[in-house]
């Protein structure tokens, strides 16, 4: 550590860390312990914590109880918005690896909320696909995805542990998805949750509200993806228009000095 620096020296021990966590540990493998990091360093127990509590913020470190400290392999970029890809294709796209384990695969009867974005009645049969995602080895989203029953004859037999519900949609039962409309909030994890994605009761994750229609206009998807907050980042891509004429912009407040 250089005492003669104006870093505090938990900032020149995060330094440190930050450069074995990109050239030295992968992704899922144990850090030393706090200990051990004190007498490598010359640092206090204080200073460790400090510094390690700023990388798990970042998403590149794990705690997990009772286990330590992995590399988390950073947050993982998801596009929000403008394309309409599958949580799947876009991960892969990045070059990252993504692999689902189901734990939920069946009919079910539509809530009054799902009956609503699929445009059903209350009590309809729907196929649920519930998947854990984990990228980079580390559990990362849960998805509670619904579909009308009768979109696809023969769903139920598919392996959805490594291949593209979208790919699979259009690939075997012609079923293209046009166009969607995409909502994220952050909300306090519940038991189920937290449990599946290695989080306490009530920790905050990000939850994306996915509608999904066909060139015809029929809804054929709904679902929602739980996102840990600390390995999660989205990514909205913008293209400014042409500038409308004032009178073509509803529910624009006209100043005289002008606005951004």
């Given at each position: 550590m250089d005492r003669d620096s104006r870093l505090p020296f938990y900032a020149q021990l995060k330094q440190l860390l930050v450069d074995q966590l990109e050239h030295t540990w992968k992704a899922g493998e144990r850090l030393p312990g706090e200990v051990t990091l004190c007498e490598r360093y010359g640092v206090s127990r204080t200073v460790v914590r400090q510094a390690l509590d700023e990388l798990q913020a970042e998403g590149r470190i794990v705690k997990r109880k009772g286990q330590g400290t992995f590399a988390s392999g950073g947050k993982v970029d998801e596009t929000l918005f403008q394309s309409l890809t599958g949580l799947h294709e876009d991960v892969t796209a990045r070059g990252g690896t993504l692999v689902s384990e189901v734990l939920r695969f069946e009919f079910t009867p539509a809530t009054s909320e799902i009956a609503a974005e699929l445009e059903i009645a209350d009590g309809s049969p729907v196929v649920y696909l519930e998947r854990l995602r984990h990228a980079n080895g580390e559990p990362w989203v849960l998805t509670r995805t619904y579909l009308p029953h009768d979109l696809a004859p023969g769903l139920l037999e598919e392996d959805f542990t490594r291949q593209s519900l979208y790919a699979v949609l259009e690939?075997?039962?012609?079923?293209?998805l046009d166009h969607g409309r995409r909502l994220v909030e952050a909300v306090p994890a519940s038991v189920a949750v937290a449990e599946a994605l290695g989080l306490q009761e009530h920790d905050p994750v990000l939850l994306l509200h996915s509608t999904s229609w066909d060139a015809s206009g029929r809804p054929v998807e709904y679902f929602l993806a739980y996102h840990r907050g600390d390995r999660s980042r989205f990514q909205v891509h913008l293209r400014r228009r042409s500038r409308p004429a004032p009178d073509?912009?509803?529910?624009?407040?006209?100043?005289?000095?002008?606005?951004?």
């Open positions: 690939d075997r039962y012609g079923v293209r073509k912009v509803p529910g624009m407040l006209l100043t005289e000095n002008g606005g951004s």
